[in-house]
């Protein structure tokens, strides 16, 4: 992890090549695996195909434990995919870290806060949006004005601090394991063969967490999405 | 553009996009590559599981009826194979009884039938010796007769005799 970044501006917005190229790579990770255990489906499920099912019944149950019905189908393949995503991002930066002149260009794309943001951002849209097309724009902008007039207020900063929490909880989490990651690589490089002894490891100690860490929060990202896109299908009274 | 501070680093609105543009259509590629066929696979396993617990269902009703059925036919068979030996005893008894009967009446009317020829039998005979008896009578008596005659009375026999005779040639 370096704090410098390679940018450039197009159309008046600006891009960081080490995102586009580490979010471009999780992308085809998962698409490749995904892709790789869903040939020859049969109805006999062979290994890969079990695995597969295993990952969508593992997902849908996610997404069900907070929502059901007609909503819960249509979620099922958003998340999966962010799971999926999410997960293959949390690991991309344990395994591979690619640094150019001080810019790094492969890391884990979730270790970013943009990224994170804007999935936090995408969860909540996607939250108003079935919420409206539960129970209508009335209703949806109504349940603000709940329990009390006051609670607008509450509610609508509410709003702010779940998506600042959503996004940041995963990008904090990441965040810290690929910073120690980093000092623990930089004290072993700069400390000579005795270092690398000792560090060894410490790295592979972290590693190991940070893998169980990353599994974890794709885990909470997806579980938290449903229960605020709950929150805003299933309007309590 | 949008350049402002989020927690220590600028907000670069083009990665949002990016990220949004590549998320979606990362899942896109998911749902028409494996999605949708296994989520499809997987419905259609259910329904296939569901239906053979139906049809298992059906089937072990089929046969528990089947199984019925047969022991019911079993029972009827056995009553309608036990009539059968019942009437067979019947008749069997009632032909017995008819053919001792039979035997019996053919006995009876053979018995009768000897006791007549015995009976004619006995006649002709009684009618034969009556008859022998008679002529061996006479002749016994024309024997005792030839014998108690003394020799006047036979001569005087001997003579009408001799008379009878000459009488007999004489008309010749």
Known sequence: ?237 | MFSFSVVGTSLYIGNMLFVLISFLILMWLIKIFAWKPITNMMEKRSNKIANDIDSAEKSRNDAVKLAQQRQSELENTHQEASGIIAQAKQTGSNQRDQILDDARKDAALMKSTAQKDIEQQRQEALANSRKDVASLSVEIASKIISKELNADDQKALVDSYIEGLGKQNGSK
């Open chain 1, 1 to 237: 992890m370096n704090e410098k970044t390679a940018t450039f501006q197009f159309l008046g917005l600006t891009f960081n090549v080490g995102n586009m190229v580490s979010v471009l790579l999780a992308c085809v990770v998962v698409f490749c695996v995904v892709f790789a255990l869903s040939r020859h489906i049969t109805m006999k499920p062979g290994k890969g195909q079990n695995v597969l099912e295993w990952l969508v019944d593992f997902t849908n149950g996610i997404v069900r434990s907070a929502l059901s019905g007609k909503v819960a189908n249509d979620l099922g393949l958003w998340g999966f995919t962010t799971f999926l995503f999410i997960l293959i991002s949390n690991l991309q930066g344990l395994l591979l870290q690619v640094d150019v002149s001080g810019v790094t260009y492969v890391k884990s794309p979730t270790a970013d806060p943009i990224i994170t943001m804007t999935f936090a951002l995408l969860t909540l849209t996607l939250a108003q949006y079935l919420g409206i097309r539960k129970n209508g724009y009335k209703q949806h902008f109504l349940s603000y004005f709940k329990p009390f007039k006051v609670f607008v207020i509450v509610n609508i900063f509410e709003e702010f601090t779940n998506f600042l929490t959503l996004g940041l909880r995963l990008f904090g989490n990441i965040f810290a394991g690929e910073m120690l990651l980093g000092i623990i690589t930089k004290m072993a490089v700069g400390g000579g063969p005795l270092m690398w002894v000792v560090s060894l490891p410490l790295s592979l100690a972290w590693q190991g967490f940070s893998v169980f860490i990353g599994c974890i929060q794709a885990f909470i990202f997806v579980t938290l999405s449903s229960v605020y896109i709950s929150h805003k299908v299933d309007i309590e009274e």
